[in-house]
């Protein structure tokens, strides 16, 4: 029997070839192809008399083939052109190089055609029209409905999952048993999620596909909302923090001392932090900030706080150069109050003397698999905590015993959705930049400016007066480090040192090198031995060079408008003019008019919110826009949703604390809860 959890490949319609694409959707059951929803929908509902059509109209037509013709262009391009009629008159189906069709498209054949109407030279024409053949009384999937456009992989169209899906869902009958209680779903005015999935893909009306689309988001939040709301009992009952002093005036010293001065947010988030740890419940903390806003200060605050005390603490960071940078930072400023720091990667581990003296432990998840101090670990701090799994957070603390918990992010969502989202985290939020930030001068350059460019950076870098860096970003050519994606960096890289900056000291950083290489490369060119880091777009997050003036990103319409702020936060991180320069590979203008935004916002939730209205969330574009959060259909806009999502959350929990009745909730929800990951 076939159910939501076969994998597609056991399904007869899709072959061998067809499964490997789909995998690199991330599609392998049923249940993620029925998941896998339309971005937008083409209404060809509107059925006319061939008579009838006027130009401009988008339109359904039922007809009858004429004539098949191939005519030849001077350029000996193949035009096919096809003759249609029904009873009320006849119009044109214009194909471009398409001569197989000739045996699809045969005179006597009928069918129905989609399309808008335009012209093809004097005549009223459709021109590359969705079509579909008539036999008998089957069922119109691309024609004579809404139809739905889907999120497309090469050699993957719209109308071959078109077809899959429906065989699913009206021949083969997949049922979608209900999550959610009736009275929720009255409560809230939802579809049954049964119904959603079907009309998610072939909906009756636009306002259907809406709804559905609301109750699928709906699904999605709830799972975390309960979640949330579990893990904030767990950690509330039967846990005590250790028992910390204030030390007010060591504190004060510190930052009076430090070589600048803390922007009011700063301050407020280390009052925030320090207030949480000298209470009786183990913090639990969010610290959200743009980037280059200076959390890094802050969790450094709460480790000599927590040495003050006595305790011990641990930093985890996503990458080993991000770690390593961190260690460098935490030497400098924490060494000489006689804190001992240790770093811990994959190939560095500590002895057991060091252990057994460090007050900070930094690094990467390597830190999972050490041995380390329980009893004496009170503070955990997790930089750039998006980047991880929610199973490794949790066991990370258990690393510690009632540990002091803080996690850093530039996840660039507002306030009220973080809230919401994170109801078992507190917020601080750093809403400002260190005063005499210059914002990143942002350029869309047009192709033939591309010469001009490079003379430009070139003159830059070797002006006498300042010592500047570049960082030259190759286009994304998939969201993982291929081979491929490496090679076209290697090459352009070749490109660049040998045809275009010959003069200038070039690196290349990608992530198949090693870490040590890696750690060499950002050394040099941290130290300024290089002038420009060539990187393929996975360079690391949260990098800090401080003489890096110029970021230039090849095929920047591959990313979206969040990782492109990323990208450009690593250079104008100290208080010098710096660029962005944003090349394209596209004349679309959606997609220049989507750049030409980053010239005139500097703000991450600005450009994040810009983003998600223009791309719609389910856009799959390389990267997935809160891909880190695991939300496929929620849009942040909508408030309501989020709210409605969390207070049927807690209607839920009220009646039904651990879920019991709702085991196929329970299922989707237990994963992350601290319990589950985590058994004492
Ligand atoms: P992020 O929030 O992206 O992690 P960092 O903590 O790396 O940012 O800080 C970016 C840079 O700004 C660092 O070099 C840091 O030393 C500096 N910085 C942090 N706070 C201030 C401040 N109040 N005034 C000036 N510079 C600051
Ligand atoms: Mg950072």
Known sequence: MITSKTPVGDLKMIGPSYQIKLKKLGINTVEDLLYHIPFRYEDYSLVSPIGRLQEGETATIFAEIMKFENIYTKSSKKIQKIVVADGSGRILLIFFNQAYLNGILRPGLRVTVAGTVSKYIMDLAFLQPHYEINKGDSELLHTGRIVPIYPETEGLTSKWLRSRIAVILHKLKIDFPELLPTEILKKYHLLSLHQAINSIHFPQSLTIAGHSRHRLSFNELIVIQLASLIRKREIETNSTAKNMKDH???????????????????????????????????????????????????????????????????????????????????????????????????????????????????????????????????????????????????????????????????????????????????????????????????????????????????????????????????????????????????????????????YLKLGLIHGRLKSSEKNQIIDLFKEGQLDILVATPVVEVGLDIPRATIIMIEASERFGLSQLHQLRGRVGRRNQQSYCLLFSQTDNQNSLDRLKFMEKYHIGIQLAEYDLKIRGPGQFFGYQQHGSLGLKFTDFSDLSLIKNSQQAALDILRVDPFLEKLPLLREKVIPYTIQNIAPD
């Open 248 to 502: 007010q005036n060591k504190i004060e010293k510190f930052i009076q001392n430090l070589p600048f001065t803390l922007t009011s947010a700063q301050n407020k988030a280390v009052g925030e932090i320090l207030t949480d740890m000298t209470g009786s419940k183990p913090m639990n903390r969010l610290l959200l900030g743009d980037v280059g806003s200076g959390k890094t200060i802050v969790a450094l605050i709460a480790f000599y706080f927590t040495f003050l005390n006595g305790f011990k603490s641990l930093f985890m960071a996503p990458t080993e150069i991000l770690a390593s940078q961190h260690y460098q930072t935490l030497l400098k400023f924490l060494k000489s109050l006689g804190m001992n720091i240790s770093l811990i990667t994959g190939n560095l581990k500590p002895n057991n003397s060091e252990i057994s003296k460090t007050d900070v432990y930094i690094g990467t998840h390597a830190l999972l698999n050490l041995k380390l101090p329980k009893e004496k670990i009170a503070l955990i701090v997790i930089d750039e905590q998006q980047r991880f799994g929610v199973e490794q957070r949790a066991l990370l603390r258990l690393k510690g015993s009632n540990p002091h918990l803080l996690s850093l992010t530039a996840t660039p969502i507002p306030r009220t959705v973080a809230l919401t989202l994170y109801a078992d985290l507190d917020l601080s939020v750093i809403d400002e930049m260190p005063p005499g930030r210059l914002k990143v001068k942002t350029f869309v350059v047009a192709p033939e400016k591309r010469q001009a460019a490079y003379v430009w950076i070139n003159k830059q870098l070797t002006s006498p007066s300042s010592k500047q860096q570049a960082f030259i970003i190759c286009p994304l050519i998939e969201e993982s480090e291929s081979l491929l994606s490496v090679k076209s960096a290697k090459k352009e890289f070749y490109r660049l040192q040998k045809e275009v900056f010959p």
